[in-house]
Nanobody, 118 residues
Framework: QVQLVESGGGLVQPDESLRLSCAASGFTFSNYLMMWYRQAPGAERELVAHISTGSSTYYTYYTDSVKGRFTISRDNAKNTVYLQMNSLQPEDTAVYYC?????????WGQGTQVTVSS
């Protein structure tokens, strides 16, 4: 069956870094647009970044608040998408979810908590 398993979250201090991973199985990973969303307490889930399908050249998107700090990447050989998060700030505190999407198909992971606090 389809599985998306996020990992790499944790508690960090401001200006520190984390790298989230999302391991996929049960579908043809390379054919799916991969996204990272986050949801802070009391807020709606928001799109953080996405990366296109392909084999060598990928198109990426970032929400304005993370541009220049976060980097999304994918390794199709490992069926994994990553989110490198640098210069983390308290406002980045949220549960981070990965999402795989193709046409009307959409799969979600269970989320990983990221807490940024001094």
């Amino acid at each position: 069956q389809v599985q998306l398993v996020e990992s790499g979250g944790g508690l960090v201090q401001p200006d520190e870094s984390l790298r989230l991973s999302c391991a996929a199985s049960g579908f043809t990973f390379s054919n799916y647009l991969m996204m990272w969303y986050r949801q802070a307490p009391g807020a709606e889930r928001e799109l953080v970044a996405h990366i296109s399908t392909g084999s060598s050249t990928y198109y990426t998107y970032y929400t304005d608040s993370v541009k220049g700090r976060f980097t999304i990447s994918r390794d199709n050989a490992k069926n994994t998408v990553y989110l490198q998060m640098n210069s983390l700030q308290p406002e980045d505190t949220a549960v981070y979810y990965c999402n795989a999407r193709k046409s009307t198909e959409s799969y979600w992971g269970q989320g990983t908590q990221v807490t940024v606090s001094s």
